[in-house]
């Protein structure tokens, strides 16, 4: 893979990364016992608010595992290779998720 279609994917990870980042920070949830809640209903809602934050960051945190392998896997010289077969990501592919670390065809026999 050519140098500038690297960097442009290098660059579209950092960028990614930096999103996840920042979403992560901002659904930290606040330490326990910093709020009175005025009502049962007030406290239930919080919680379940609280819940979707959460599953919200474990989903960024996921996320940004994969976008920091595929930025180890660019440092390596692996990266667009496909983990398992190690056949060639199809561009098209990395275009729209570049920190995919299988190809098409193994995603499809793994995702299942
Ligand atoms: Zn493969």
């Given at each position: 893979?050519?140098?500038r279609?690297?960097?442009g994917f290098r660059d579209a990870?950092l960028a990614?990364?930096a999103?996840l980042?920042?979403?992560?920070?901002?659904?930290?949830?606040?330490?326990?016992?910093q709020?009175t809640?005025?009502?049962?209903?007030?406290?239930?809602?919080?919680?379940?608010a609280?819940?979707?934050?959460?599953?919200?960051?474990?989903?960024?945190?996921?996320?940004?595992?994969q976008?920091d392998?595929?930025?180890?896997?660019?440092?390596?010289?692996?990266f667009g290779?496909c983990?398992?077969c190690?056949d060639?990501?199809?561009?098209?592919?990395?275009?729209?998720l570049?920190?995919?670390?299988?190809c098409?065809?193994?995603q499809?026999?793994?995702?299942?």
């Amino acid at each position: 893979m050519n140098p500038r279609r690297l960097q442009g994917f290098r660059d579209a990870l950092l960028a990614e990364r930096a999103r996840l980042v920042q979403e992560i920070e901002e659904v930290e949830p606040e330490p326990p016992g910093q709020t009175t809640y005025g009502s049962q209903a007030a406290a239930a809602s919080h919680v379940s608010a609280q819940q979707r934050d959460l599953a919200l960051r474990d989903r960024a945190e996921r996320q940004k595992a994969q976008v920091d392998a595929a930025l180890e896997r660019l440092e390596e010289g692996t990266f667009g290779r496909c983990r398992s077969c190690g056949d060639p990501i199809a561009e098209e592919r990395l275009d729209a998720l570049p920190w995919a670390a299988l190809c098409i065809d193994c995603q499809r026999k793994e995702g299942r």
